[in-house]
């Protein structure tokens, strides 16, 4: 996909199609960064699915899921994680099984779990999985997880977390300044301050209308936010 639809694409499924690729086919350099991409924009977006259905065994695979984004979780971790999302799909599944016709939000548990279970071993297949609606049962119409609304909103967070990888940073832009700010951000995830983060890279010289449009841009910002990851060393 060229830089100018990407901007402008409204489609989630072309633009994370645009952004995976075969991991073997990636230099071993690009691969976690790759992995932790997918994993961020997908516990991000898929952050309405998980408040909706309200699960604790979902709660707790995701944040296993965003260790493993941040390099933190061990592998007894993500065993467990995934032993827990194999129980959480038979009892789902099981639940659904008692319908005749079960309706969608029924359905809509064992997808999550799907996509939960994708992000600890496939996060790009858990990318294109949720914003692609996937029947469970065969035949079976497909189960949408995301909304209209979170359908769009998935476009920005595409945009926000790949963004586009051809900028970079300057090493004289990232002052102690900046990277106080970038990391407070970041630990704390309110992005608020992202202005005063515009102003600091200005103050060390960066006239790059690009990275200062974003930092002052309406947002929202996530955690992967591509330029705190800049200022951050996370590229």
Known sequence: MRTREW?????????????????????PAEQALYLRRHRLFTLTAARPVLDRIDRADCYSAAEVALRLAEGTATESETVAADALLRAAWQESMDAASHYFEAPAEVWAIPRLINVLA???????????NLVVPQSIVHPGDPIPLLTPEETSQSCHLLREVFGDRRWGIESSWRTSTAVAIAKDMYDSRDFAAMPLLADALEDAGCADERILDHCRGPGPHVKGCWVVDLVLGKE
């Open 7 to 27: 901007y402008r694409c409204k489609d989630p499924v072309a633009m994370v199609r645009s952004v995976s690729y075969p991991l073997a086919a990636l230099p």
């Open 118 to 128: 994708l992000l600890l071993k496939q996060p790009d297949g858990a990318s294109y």
